[in-house]
């Protein structure tokens, strides 16, 4: 795969992982995270893979996740991916934050590694 063909497909699972979280898509999650997945919460708790799946099937607090200003950095067969997204809190407000995935190729594909979300 050349790098353009890298960074369409890891747009992509971006764009899906945002969704997927969204939606409360374990399956895509399952599919996709690593085996030794690990997670920080806005809350600054650490969830490994299966807590995470498991938060992700009770739905997210937070409504109408969108990703903005998305950067993706790669390098080699590693892939950092920064973003801000806005969203619907639970009074109907609207929020902010920011989010860092990690990326590396496996020969499975592209599975995500780590992820940390801050909210304001």
């Not at 890891?10 to 939606?23: A, C, E, I, M, P």
């Not at 609207?94 to 590396?104: C, E, I, L």
């Amino acid at each position: 795969m050349t790098e353009s063909s890298h960074l369409a497909t890891l747009s992509d699972l971006n764009h899906s992982y945002v969704r997927s979280v969204d939606q409360a898509d374990v399956g895509w999650f399952d599919q996709h995270l690593a085996q030794d997945f690990m997670n920080i919460n806005p809350d600054g708790t650490r969830l490994d893979r299966a807590a995470f799946l498991a938060q992700v099937g009770r739905g997210s607090v937070v409504k109408d996740i969108r990703e903005h200003d998305v950067k993706i950095r790669l390098l080699g067969d590693y892939a950092v991916i920064h973003a801000r997204t806005s969203y619907q809190k639970p009074d109907g407000t609207k929020g902010a934050g920011w989010y860092t995935d990690d990326w590396q190729l496996r020969p499975e594909g592209w599975r995500c590694v780590s992820a940390h979300v801050s909210r304001s």
